[in-house]
């Protein structure tokens, strides 16, 4: 009922950046938050930064000052702009929200991407 479709992942050198995209789509009568985890080889998943219908933001401590996170209401989409990345931050991205769908507006379910790889090597 609801599908989120990321883009705009790739191989970045450290220090470079990369923009993450997310769109919702589908039969959506309310969609909160939106959000991206990451996932490394090996370890659990992790979120990384959220963000609110109302524009309220969460970061991991690891990203803060380094990553942003912003979204348009209208377009159900969310973004991550990612700056002064490290091999750390390599990882599978995840987008992620909390929605409620058309037909059952008054029960909420929580929806994922398939995931974008996110590289960072020289």
């Known amino acids: 009922q609801v599908q989120l479709v990321e883009s705009g992942g790739g191989l970045v050198q450290p220090g470079g950046s990369l923009r993450l995209s997310c769109a919702a789509s589908?039969?959506?009568?309310?969609?909160?938050?939106m959000g991206w985890y990451r996932q490394a080889a090996g370890k659990q998943r992790d979120l990384v930064a959220s963000?609110?219908?109302?524009?309220?933001?969460n970061y991991a401590d690891s990203v803060k000052g380094r990553f942003t996170i912003s979204r348009d209401n209208a377009k159900n989409t969310v973004y991550l702009e990612m700056n002064s990345l490290k091999p750390e931050d390599t990882a599978v991205y995840y987008c992620?929200?909390?929605?409620?769908?058309?037909?059952?507006?008054?029960?909420?379910?929580?929806?994922w991407g398939q995931g974008t790889q996110v590289t960072v090597s020289s």
């Open positions: 992620y929200c909390n929605a409620a769908p058309l037909v059952r507006p008054t029960l909420r379910f929580d929806y």
């Open positions: 589908g039969s959506i009568f309310s969609i909160n938050p």
């Open positions: 963000i609110t219908s109302g524009g309220s933001t």
